[in-house]
């Protein structure tokens, strides 16, 4: 027990150094930091009001109106920030890949996966969160719901577990590189899917759609389940702290077997220029 | 120090035709070919040997030496390190080594040099007292404090490679791994760089496994040498021995008053250039004395001195077999 | 043009390597499809017609949108930022070759192949799955392959132009993602602008963005009178001549710039 706390700490120390080193390689390019301030808050911000706009046309989405809406897609936001933050490099694993950058994490010694996402942590993922935190802001008081504490701590914990979801979704896309040795970025069609998938509800898909969401690619616990929870929306569904610890637990899993696909991929890792 | 056992490692190549109906082709059919880049490689590396891996291009030297250092999982056989396997607990045996390779880096590119340090004392868990004393010891020998505060991309490869090595050091592991490590480097980098190897290997008893092209390292570092090509061991002993064992021979080197050269039944002349002529002989077939006195008989000579096999001729004969 | 010729042919071969990569696409690509088709189904429920659109030739749409943007993939952007980066391009410049001529057709190059490995496998896809997206009116058809070559230049210029940032800022990533939103939301390639408020769609009018997508569309499942086509091809047109202006101008001042400067 005193070892596992010991290495949790080891982790966590490092982490430290390698956000500070994040920020230090930030500051030494400040027009990027203009560039993505300008680029990420206008795609959520023209994002949504294409939203709006569609619901003005066609009136409420399945039932959905404006108000659960806006706080749909302001979670959804949320956790695609997180997951830029930590789990972007998925999405460039093939490069890594076929340039060999993973020699560097296997001659040392913690964790490659670790390694590989947090030696290239992005902090320009920040940029991300803003859109996403005054969406869901806008969202909470525009659907009515009754902020509390336990409300908050629901909110944070499926946040947690949506943002393992889509991060092991990106660590099982990227890992297929290590079999294929090629360096596809998905990263354009991988958002683009989860866009459609969890900014609006997923009941308004046909059921064999929303079955494989739901049990395959469980896309559907990123956002809809949650929200569907948090706001009393039926669909069989217990409100409370239950959703809530599905939901993290979903994502425990699918981080599990993507951790466990990634390392499979990294005993066929050939290095570069064999 | 380290154990290889049986080592093997294959690839599977996809076969891929000319031209653009080669590439409409590969679309659909799956030609694949398995290559053996190494071949059931055994050998035990002592503690505090400097070993130098020389092979041609391709030969399986980068393959096996990134086995050995835990990047690439072997087809079969084993690798152990301070008598564990590295395969099976990569985590605990990286502790005990480090990596340079010459064409890449591992310094942090964008921000000054000390912050990179500052990281790996991190990873590795290393003492403020270890680390300053360490980066003392690395000072004396590389002069590498003045380099701290620079930012890596502003650096000569020369300075970087400094960088890599001292970065490598830090945690002072017991085995370091150089795959061609003065590739590209002029000659005042190679020399300090050769310096430093030698020094760490005497001072801290590191064991030392490179790879590399250039026979200045070999010259200067390797006490043993270990000869690859197509993936299978074709000598390991120290330089004298196996230059005795493969390269037998030596050359007298006769200068004539003309261009005319006579030849010899016992040896063969391998170059002749104006006045003066190359003759190869074998050690044990007869000796320099023989030749200049059969020689000299013919006609008369003005000059005469005898050459040793060295290792451009070892490696001539290792590559071409 | 012979030189031309051979970059397009060397271009086709080397995309033709990564036979993962394109079935990964095809896959990726119809699962977008069908999901918007769906989008589109479950929005349409128990309405027909939308902005005089109606839910059949909106599925069309989604089909034809997804095989035009197979011909609106450009790399021209990454390959100018790629080039100042690596201080290379003075010397590409100096070539006996015109830089931004390479890049188009390496860009020709690569679509000549998506054409095979994406354009087809999607639309056929899309014709068994969806929906067999018949043309409107087929009379309209030499208006809609003049208004896909225009998008595809007015695509392309749009993309060189941000491309050519890379002089500016160095590192120009961000302003290409700034690039790509503006087309992937403003040019009706995921949801048309006439289903935006009019003041937003009547501004929207005068970018040049839904002149990429949304009017050979547009033709493609007839909405509106041919008057009203006609009228918008000729705002692509003039925005096709306004960005070749810029285009030259932009180019002409970086050459100047890069060879008093030597990059």
Redesign the interface.
């Known amino acids: 027990m005193s070892k596992l706390f010991d290495t949790l700490r080891?982790y966590l120390?490092?982490t430290?150094?390698?956000i500070?080193?994040a920020f230090?390689?930030m500051i030494?390019?400040p027009?990027?930091i203009?560039?993505?301030l300008?680029?990420?808050p206008?795609?959520f911000i023209?994002?949504f009001?294409?939203i709006k706009?569609?619901v003005?046309?066609?009136g409420e989405?399945?039932g959905w109106n404006y108000g659960q809406l806006a706080f749909l897609y302001g979670l959804s936001v949320i956790s695609h920030a997180l997951s830029m933050i930590f789990f972007v490099q998925g999405w460039f694993m093939g490069w890594f890949v076929i340039e060999?950058d993973?020699?560097?994490y296997?001659?040392?010694?913690?964790?490659v996966m670790y390694q590989f996402f947090f030696t290239n942590i992005n902090i320009f993922g920040i940029t991300d969160l803003i859109p996403g935190v005054i969406v869901f802001i806008y969202g909470c008081a525009k659907s009515g719901v009754q902020v509390s504490f336990l409300f908050m701590v629901q909110v944070i914990i499926m946040l947690i577990g949506a943002t393992l979801i889509r991060g092991g979704i990106y660590i099982f896309l990227g890992s297929?590189s290590f079999h294929?040795r090629?360096a596809?970025d998905?990263g354009?069609?991988?958002q683009?899917?989860m866009d459609?998938?969890t900014m609006?509800p997923l009941s308004?898909?046909?059921e064999s759609?929303q079955f494989i969401l739901t049990y395959l690619i469980p896309v559907g616990w990123v956002s809809f389940y949650p929200v569907s929870s948090l706001l009393g929306i039926d669909n069989g569904l217990s409100g409370g702290m239950t959703t809530a610890f599905i939901t993290l637990a979903v994502g425990l899993l699918v981080m599990f077997l993507a951790g466990a696909y990634f390392n499979l991929g990294?005993?066929?890792?050939?290095?570069a220029?064999? | 120090m380290i154990d290889v056992k049986n080592l093997n490692k294959d690839y599977t190549v996809k076969q891929k035709g000319a031209g653009l109906s080669g590439a409409l082709k590969g679309l659909v059919t799956r030609n694949t070919e398995v290559v053996h880049a190494v071949k059931n490689l055994s050998f035990h590396i002592d503690e505090g040997e400097i070993v130098g891996f020389i092979g041609p291009n391709g030969a399986g030297k980068s393959t096996t030496i990134k086995m050995m250092s835990g990047i690439l999982t072997p087809t079969s056989g084993s690798v152990l390190i301070g008598g564990e396997d590295i395969t099976k607990h990569r985590k605990e045996v990286v502790r005990n080594i480090g990596v340079v390779f010459g064409q890449r880096t591992q310094l942090n590119w964008d921000i000054r040099l000390g912050e990179t340090f500052e990281l790996l004392k991190h990873i590795y868990r290393i003492k403020q007292t270890d680390y300053d004393k360490t980066l003392d010891v690395m000072n004396d020998i590389l002069g590498i404090k003045e380099l701290i505060d620079k930012p890596v991309r502003q650096m000569s490869l020369g300075q970087r490679v400094k960088g890599d090595l001292v970065a490598s050091m830090l945690h002072s592991p017991k085995v370091l791994f150089l795959d061609e490590p003065t590739i590209g480097l002029d000659v005042s980098s190679k020399y300090s760089l050769r310096t430093f190897i030698k020094e760490i290997n005497k001072v801290k008893k590191t064991t030392i496994v490179l790879t590399t092209h250039d026979l200045g390292d070999i010259q200067e570092l390797c006490e043993r040498l270990i000869i690859i090509n197509h993936g299978v061991m074709m000598e390991d002993g120290n330089l004298k021995e196996i230059t005795e064992r493969i390269a037998p021979y030596k050359t007298l080197v006769v200068e004539y008053y003309d261009e005319e050269a006579p030849e010899h039944d016992k040896c063969e002349i391998i170059a002749h250039e104006g006045n003066v002529a190359r003759y190869r002989f074998t050690k044990s077939e007869t000796t320099a004395a023989d030749i200049i006195a059969d020689l000299s008989t013919q006609k008369s000579l003005k000059d005469i001195s005898i050459e040793e096999a060295g290792i451009d001729d070892i490696i001539k004969i290792a590559y071409g077999s | 043009m012979k030189k031309y010729l051979y970059i397009i042919k060397t271009q086709i071969i080397k995309s033709m390597a990564y036979e993962f990569n394109v079935y990964g696409n095809i896959i990726m690509q119809t699962i977008i499809m069908i999901t918007s088709a769906y989008f589109w189904r479950a929005l349409y429920t128990g309405r027909s017609v939308v902005d005089g659109v109606d839910v059949g030739s909106m599925q069309i749409y989604i089909i034809i949108s997804s095989v035009l943007s197979v011909l609106l993939i450009t790399n021209v952007e990454r390959r100018i930022g790629r080039s100042v980066e690596k201080g290379t391009v003075a010397t590409d410049m100096m070539k006996p070759i015109s830089l931004f001529g390479m890049f188009l057709a390496e860009d020709i190059g690569s679509i000549i192949a998506l054409i095979f490995q994406n354009m087809l496998p999607i639309l056929l896809i899309g014709s068994l799955m969806i929906k067999i997206p018949v043309m409107a009116d087929i009379s309209d058809l030499p208006m809609f392959v003049i208004a896909v070559l225009e998008s595809f230049l007015i695509n392309w210029l749009i993309a060189a132009l941000f491309g050519m940032t890379a002089f500016t800022t160095i590192n120009n990533d961000a302003l290409i993602q700034v690039k790509k939103h503006l087309i992937r939301l403003l040019s009706g390639s995921i949801i048309p602008i006439w289903f935006f408020p009019e003041s937003v769609s009547n501004v929207l009018s005068a970018l040049p963005f839904v002149y990429i997508y949304q009017l050979p569309l547009s033709i493609y499942i007839g909405r509106g009178d041919r008057a009203e086509m006609i009228s918008q091809m000729r705002i692509q047109f003039i925005w096709l001549v306004i960005l070749s202006v810029l285009f030259f101008y932009v180019q002409r001042r970086i050459t100047r710039k890069v060879m008093v400067q030597g990059g």
Not at chain 1, 106 to 111: A, C, I, M, V
Not at chain 1, 266 to 271: A, I, N, T
Request: cysteine-free; charged content about 20%; overall charge negative.
């Open positions: 080891h120390d490092v430290g150094q390698e500070k080193i230090m390689t030494e390019y027009s990027n203009v560039g993505w300008i680029s990420n206008l795609q023209m994002g009001a294409i706009f569609v003005e046309s066609f989405i399945n060999g993973f020699d560097r296997l001659t040392r010694p913690l964790g297929t294929t090629s596809v998905f354009q069609y991988t683009e899917i459609k998938t609006y308004m898909y046909p759609m990294l005993k066929k890792y050939e290095s220029g064999n």
